[in-house]
């Protein structure tokens, strides 16, 4: 009997090995049975084929031991069928037999016997044999489970492995699904190579050759196509072994379909790399491109040009279009922006070549071009101005014919800087030279600009200091009725006292202030001011009827915060809402519609004015008239001034001021400086006008008294 620990070796569960024993014998059955329960096993019986299938198609066991010559349907039937059943491939079948004749033998292992036994049975021995079986059978299963398993992986993987004798030539390929990797019959290495595109399939085998040649790990991408016309990428990869037996040279490698982990990388890549709005590339590439650039423009001594390409009031069209217009109009522009360099030269090459120019957004509204092998000023001065005049071609948004316009800063490496940062700064200061000089043009960086830049910084850091100071002061310029021109209100403007410049003009600094963001601190410091002066106006008694109005400018306006502090201001000052005038222009009122409306309305509701500034001048759209809840329109100096220039600029402002009645504003001209102009606005029933005609901005203290004067009048 053999020993009870390798009984636990056959199974991993407490049950033990069942075996089938099949036989018409009753005697041979009892025997058998009796000898394999004593070795530990499990036994169930049939008395004919028929029987031993339905007990099998029950409960399948680990062993069959079945006789060869029965009465109803033989052993080489019954094997036959039971190999056909679920769980019956794998199972051993031991067929038991008193003939050993070749024929006989052949017929078992035809039908799917396992082993044989010849009868009359050694009992001595049958169990060792029967546990023998079972382990045989055990291993061969878990060998075909592995099989299965690996093929599953490989399937779900994509994957093939592949084996060649680099001594005979011998090839042997291990893959469930070879079609999908593009190989074919005959499966030799040749057929590694058979679908991959012509352009690879040369660079892809010499390497492959080469590195098996020098015994060296080697790994290659390629595409293939295959047989339904899609494309695939695909990994080969291995090494060259040695083997055991004479140091074959084995070059073992694997296969592998790898086109979704190709196309994620690429996606990834494209993210990373690449604008998802327009396709351009991004900063970053535009970094990486310039270190491949920068070599061989020091080799060949060669000029590389950076322009920096920042699109005009371009946020007036997601203004008044939409979002959706404007990032049409940004993909346009990079459409023409690529259409005006050649193909070739948009994006950088692979391999050796020489890499060639970029393009790239940057920005919201900002592009780079990155020019390459640049041999005279005159080349990078004509893609410049291909530029301008390519975005100056009308644009179809909403129906509505747009042109663009922008302002495009130039430097030139190696005179303008060496690494990349320098060159991106002066090409941007180089940009706003361009958009000081009205726009719509190019500029080649100079030394001088970056004494304005510094000039800019210096500014910026002066204006810091006089906010911390109290460097800046109020004037009033009065406003006045065009009937019986009595004073109805006042427009405070700011000035700044310099300690060391004196008095300086808001067109100096207002620009930058609103480049720069200070501009919300400035709104502020005035409405803070320009409400408490009123204020001891009002206690005063000198300024009963009148309005105190004050400029709300600057780019991106929380309105509703600004909404807050206005309400504090009015808290704190004491001064009534219905003294307070808001002079807004369009553009600031666009930036933010409904949070302006809101805002606007709740102050209206409250009796603070709200005015319109410089109508005329900006957008003009008569829907925003009753898009606003206004109060008053303030109409731009440049209408009254052309009162006298042209003969439609009289009808023109008649227009202005009919629609503006219309919609129940009152209307206020700005920039009055010669009787005849005062004359024609009295006859055109204008509501109010101001001007130097009339009186220029003066301080707190004339304005005082003149108010003095008027009240004692």
Known sequence: MPPQNETTLLSSTSNPPVVLIVDDDFSMRLQVRFTLENAGLAVVEAGGGEEAVELFRKNPPDLVLLDVIMPDVDGFTTCRALRALPGGAHTPVVMVTGLEDPETIIQAFEAGATDFISKPINMLILGYRARYWLRSGSILNALKINQKRLFKAQDLARLGHWERDLDTDQFQL???????????????????????????RERARHL????????????????????????????????V????????????????????????EDRIRYLAFYDNLTGLANRSLFREHWSKVLPHARRSGK?????????????????????PSGDKALITVAERLKSILRTSDILARSGEEQPTSLISRVGGDEFTILATDITTPDHIANLAERIIKSLNEPLHLEGQAVILTASIGISVFPEDGEDIDTLLKNADTAMYEAKGRGRNNYQFFQSAMNDAAKAR????????????????VLHYQPQFTNISGLLTGVEALIRWLDPALGLIAPDKFLPFAEESGFIHQINDWVLREACAQAQKWVAAGLFADCRMGINISGNSINFKKLGTRILEILKETGLAPHHLELELTERVMMENTDEASEMLLMLKEMGVSIAIDDFGTGYSALSHLQLFPLTTLKIDKSFVHNLEATGNGHSLLHSIIGIAKSFNLKVVAEGVETADQLTALDAMECDEVQGFLLSRPVSSDKLEERLLSNQES
Request: glycine fraction near 6%.
């Open 241 to 264: 072994v040695r083997g055991s037996t004479h140091q074959r040279r084995l070059a073992v490698g694997i296969i592998q379909d790898i086109t979704a982990l190709k196309r994620a």
């Open 457 to 472: 910084f210096h500014l910026s850091n002066r204006l810091r200091s006089a906010l911390e100071n109290n460097e800046f």
């Open 208 to 239: 492959i050759d080469e590195a098996c040649r020098k015994e060296q790990p080697f790994s290659v991408h390629y595409r293939i196509n295959l047989d339904d016309g899609s494309e695939r990428t695909i990994l080969n990869q291995g090494e």
């Open 303 to 323: 000029r590389l040009a950076v322009l920096f390409i920042d699109l005009d009031h371009f946020k007036r069209i997601n203004d008044t279009l939409g979002h």
């Open 174 to 200: 291990t893959c469930h699904s070879p079609a999908m990797l593009g190989l074919a019959l005959p499966y030799d290495y040749d057929a590694l190579f058979t679908r991959i595109e012509t352009g690879e």
